[in-house]
Structures are given as structure tokens and as C-alpha cells.
């Protein structure tokens, strides 16, 4: 008979250890972080024909530990000039993310990271520890440079979660 909902030999009680190592490895040894700024919904103004907005309002940053890597560096030449573009990939600690700080990072969102604004543009939870779907480990971002006439963090209105708290936007 198949076992869906639980494995014989990777029970809650590992899931715990490994996220407290985990947790352990990137707060205490690694400390790498970046500061995260959630777009708010409710304080940005969209285009009523397309859903764009030109400016956009955010949430209070948070402060988290992560793993940054630099996915790729090209030198961009256009109409306008030669440009740097950054790509990377920040890796999270799923239930550190979701049920510490409850919230889940989601694509347009933007965070500082070695002094330059990056805008998050895909999501995805790859990792299945034992081969199970409950048992999801990380959360994997891949982000782009932000433009600074789309993100400028120092022009941020306030948060109000009675609005919208931050533990429904995703469980």
C-alpha cells in the first residue's frame, strides 16, 4: 500500500532538525542578507485598462537571511548606452519565511542586495526533502536589476496590515 502522506523514515521530528540547521547555518555562520520590500496592493495605483502601475507602494522593509548567488553578469549595449545587467538567484528557507515572518515572497517584489535594487521575477519551490510535496525545504527566486525610476525604496508609504494581513497572502 502506498505511503502518501508520510514517509517511513523522514518523519516531523527530521523536518524540525533540518530546519533548525538550516536556520542555524544561515543566521549564525553565513549571514548573508537583504532588505525585502513588498509591494502593497492597496496603496498602488494600476491602470484601470492594462493592471500596470507606474508608481508603487510598499510595505516596511524586512530583513532577511538568505543565500544570494550571482547567476549572471553581461554587459548590455543599446540606444542608450552601455549597461550592467545583474541576474541572481536568492535562495530562502521556506518555513523560516512562511511561518516566522509570515509572509511568501512573490514575483514583482523588490529587495536590496550589495547595494543595488533587484525586482523579483520568477518563484519556485523545487525541493521535495524525502520526495515528498509537504516536506518543501527552500524557496528559489531569480530576480533582475530594478531600474531606479521603478524602484526607489526611500519613497515608500507606510503599511497598514489591517488592510490586508501579511498571513493571508499565501499559506
Keep these: 500500500m502506498p505511503r ?11 523536518i524540525e532538525f533540518i530546519n533548525s540547521n538550516t536556520t ?8 548573508q542578507k537583504i532588505m525585502y520590500y513588498a509591494v502593497e496592493e492597496q496603496t498602488t495605483n494600476s491602470d484601470e485598462l492594462y493592471g500596470e502601475s507606474i508608481n508603487k507602494g510598499f510595505r516596511a522593509p524586512v ?4 543565500r544570494v548567488f550571482l547567476a549572471d553578469h553581461r554587459m548590455a ?25 509570515g509572509f511568501y515572497p512573490r514575483i514583482g517584489d523588490f529587495f536590496q542586495w550589495n547595494n543595488r535594487n533587484f525586482e523579483i521575477k520568477t518563484v519556485r519551490e523545487p525541493q521535495l526533502f524525502g520526495g515528498l510535496s509537504q516536506h518543501r525545504i527552500g524557496i528559489i527566486c531569480e530576480a533582475i536589476v ?11 508609504d507606510s503599511y497598514d496590515q489591517t488592510k490586508v494581513p501579511d498571513s493571508q497572502i499565501r499559506n
Design 77 to 101: 549595449v543599446g540606444e542608450m548606452g552601455a549597461e550592467n545587467v545583474y541576474k541572481v538567484e536568492v535562495y530562502f528557507q521556506r518555513d523560516r519565511v512562511m511561518k516566522d515572518l
Design 146 to 156: 530594478a531600474r531606479q525610476e521603478v524602484f526607489a525604496p526611500e519613497k515608500k
Design 63 to 66: 530583513e532577511l537571511y538568505c
Design 4 to 14: 502518501d502522506s508520510q514517509s517511513l523514515f523522514i518523519t516531523d521530528r527530521e
Design 24 to 31: 542555524e547555518l544561515l543566521e549564525t555562520v553565513i549571514q
